[in-house]
């Protein structure tokens, strides 16, 4: 049996509101769901919340871009030194120097490919004790996460913990406006994660194919 034409176009409608929320999800930053993730996992027990500090969620991007290309039985290996901090990783970032606080943790993890965040939290950022007592210290105060995938490769994140004034430490130079961010994410940003030119790919196909159904819907209308 033919469809009417107000059904026809109801079936349309539907599809480009899939198509189009499947574009949302691949252009979201998944660091900043982290973040939630680990505030609502502290306020659950009556812990504070941690401030997002893109300050730190931008050196967690630095840091874990050392790691890439270093998975093993989903264990990142990362040649990382103190210096790195000061030297390389806040200078990338922007931070400026006389704010540059102190970092009470951090917590590092990859997997042989992509998780979206509710499982790379509790299958790669949370796994066991240690992160989880890392996760609940009573003396953070401010947290900064950065993800990003390696090319054809496995995905990596890291997660940064102050314990400093929330807001007067890791401050970004311009409030970040000159980071050129190319691959990965990071928290505290508006910016969408990347992935690299395939999922880039993914997202314009997504977006194409959607307009090609909003432009045969207004057709039969």
């Known amino acids: 049996m033919a469809m009417t034409p107000g059904r026809r176009a109801g079936v349309w409608v539907a599809l480009c509101h899939s198509l189009l929320a499947a574009a949302l999800v691949c252009s979201k930053n998944h660091a900043n769901d982290l973040v939630d993730m680990i505030n609502k996992n502290r306020t659950a027990l009556k812990l504070p919340a941690l401030n997002d500090s893109p300050g730190i969620g931008c050196m967690a991007l630095q840091y874990i871009e050392l790691c890439k290309g270093n998975c093993t039985n989903n264990v990142p290996h990362c040649n990382v030194t103190e210096d790195d901090f000061t030297e390389i990783f806040a200078p990338n970032c922007g931070v400026e ?25 509790s299958q790669v950022l949370v796994k066991d004790n240690t992160s989880l007592s890392l996760l609940r210290n009573k003396s953070h105060t401010e947290v900064g996460v950065g993800l990003v995938r390696a090319h054809k490769g496995p995905s990596f994140w890291c997660v940064l913990f102050s314990s400093d004034h929330a807001n007067s ?19 505290g940003s508006s910016n969408p994660c990347s992935g690299g030119p395939k999922r880039t790919a993914t997202l314009m196909s997504t977006l194409a194919v959607a307009l090609y159904c909003l432009c045969i819907l207004l057709f039969h209308m």
């Open 169 to 187: 430490t890791f401050v970004l130079e311009d409030r970040g406006i000159g980071i050129q961010q190319k691959k990965g994410c990071f928290s």
């Open 97 to 121: 120097l006389p704010t540059f606080g102190t970092l009470t943790g951090q917590i590092v993890g990859c997997h042989s490919k992509y998780l979206e965040p509710s499982l790379a939290f």
